[in-house]
């Protein structure tokens, strides 16, 4: 085979507050032959993740990412060369690879190497069906615990997330209440979600706009940005409620430089009879089938839309990422490569 | 009948930090005639608790007592004169009464107005039997959810609740880990209460103790204090861990100057998978009488101590209270009036 070129994007610095593309270095290199155990992939296209904010920083549930190392991503790819019995050029594959044109995987890892249906849409298979649907859907069900009638509060409403899970508990007979940033985002989430009210943070008192919707209190809040809005949502629970952590927030809060600072209103969970219960989607990983199963049947049903904010060509990789953490995004920022051949 | 004096403390001022004695008014009067539906009650014994300290501020899950009138109690005392059916002069009563020596009393409100049996001790009524212990047993049952194995720690553990609660979850299987202050009741905690290990917060690091002590991270944490020690065992959480919030915090950190403060450590729920759940004794309300029975069988047994801290007279009620916030008390504080007749 002759030697490829690969396109990379390296990790040079720890990030101070929000991103930079200065955090990143270009590198062009060749591809290294395969050992066995091991497959080439041809990277189709990346999710992006606030997460990942952590993965260039500190350990957390994973390593940090080590400096001059390729930066990670959740990513769809194909095989083009195999050394692994299971899989065959050609083949679609999901896992943690690179921002890079090629990356060479031996399986393994927090995502595994998982081999996709031939007919998988890799921009469905990372953002619905993919770790930001998953967290939406056993947020919603799992931790948050939703039931008919609920009052369903959820930030970063418009965002990959934030939307699914509110699409979910609408199914699931909540009223549904989304707090986002600026009239397009909340128009959407009302005219085109099915959601019951929209709170535009960037030009309402979301704390004023919160006790309007949530007559009765809020029974769910699943909390998609931490800060000030988690503290107007404490303080504003029903009895026995359900405050749901997904990963997302550390990052955001950490990009916001507030790392150090914890929820004020937390006593209300005493007063509330309430629980604050936080959850990675790893954590459910035994149960991915049966949610994608349901996941895809309600986005074939149209009771769930997947709204994707698709940026092309790896060039463009560190600047995507800092769409997700100005709020720039709307839905799930996803960059493309290249299709399937 | 003839004219009874009556021996009050009233509240003069709302506390600012630590409670003082000038936050209280002596004051005597005479006991009004009763109206239908009244019971006058004289006061035996009273239970001090860190949620009093709320009460004497702000509204919380009942109005804050109004400037200048009796400050409210947990009580047990005996009824002088009835104009209710199902109460008769003698009886043993129960309920939320007031610092003085007399209290008319027409039933309803948080605690309500319950009779006991003619053999209660009123001490134990207020403390095993009473929201001390009812916190400890639901807050490490129900809420914490303790098992077989746990790791359990907590915090004010020689108090009226948290010795209660480390208790409960030894029978219950689990390793238990007490933090409080000095060695006489870190002593206690060990060689008493059956404790497997006490960490004494003055004279240890905390951290480095609960490191230590709980080399698999903590199943269970009771949180009495909030503070620092809440960061500190949120950090060490085990996987899936429940930390239990019971009302003493609020209050403990209200009388600290701290109650803008919260816990940064909090985003380790979502690493961990774990939740923060709070509650109200109240919450169980209906539950109460199996638990007493419970408590009393696991007493009678010798499985659980009452630790009591006695102090006499209703001259004494405002030092007594300083002692709770002060770490003075070593047990249940109580204040005694009289024995029953």
Known sequence: ???????????????????????????????????????????????????????????????????????????????????????????????????????????????????????????????????????????????????????????????????VAGMIAKIKGCRVVGIAGGPDKCDWLTREA????????????????????????????FDNVGGEILDLALARLANGARVVLCGAISRYNEAAGVAGWGPKNYFNLIFRGARMEGFLVFHFAKRYPEAIDDLTRCYAEGQIKNKIDLVQGLENAPKTIIRLFTGANFGKQLLKLADPQ
């Not at 955090?23 to 993740?49: C, H, K, Y």
């Not at 500190?58 to 080590?66: N, R």
């Open 1 to 163: 085979m002759a030697e490829l070129k690969n396109r990379q994007w390296l990790l040079a610095v720890r990030p101070q507050g929000l991103i930079k593309e200065s955090d990143f270095r270009w590198n062009e290199t060749a591809v290294a032959p395969l050992n066995d155990g091991q497959v080439l992939i041809r990277n189709l296209a990346f999710s992006f993740d606030p997460t990942q904010r952590g993965w260039m920083s500190i350990d957390t549930y994973m390593p940090a990412i080590p400096l001059g190392e390729v930066m990670k991503a959740g990513a769809v790819g194909q095989v083009v060369e195999s050394r692994r019995p299971e899989l065959a050029t050609g083949d679609l594959v999901q896992g943690l690879f690179g921002w890079e044109d090629y990356t060479v995987s031996a399986g393994g890892g927090l995502m595994g190497l998982r081999k996709l249906p031939p007919d998988t849409d890799p921009i469905l298979a990372l953002s619905l069906l993919g770790t930001t649907g998953l967290t939406a859907y056993f947020g919603t069900l799992s931790v948050g615990q939703v039931k008919q009638g609920d009052t369903f509060v959820v930030s970063g409403a418009a965002g990959a997330t934030g939307s």
């Open 194 to 221: 099915g959601f019951d009210a929209a709170i535009d943070y960037k030009n309402e008192n979301v704390g004023d706009a919160l006790t309007r919707h949530c007559s009765k209190g809020i029974d769910v809040y």
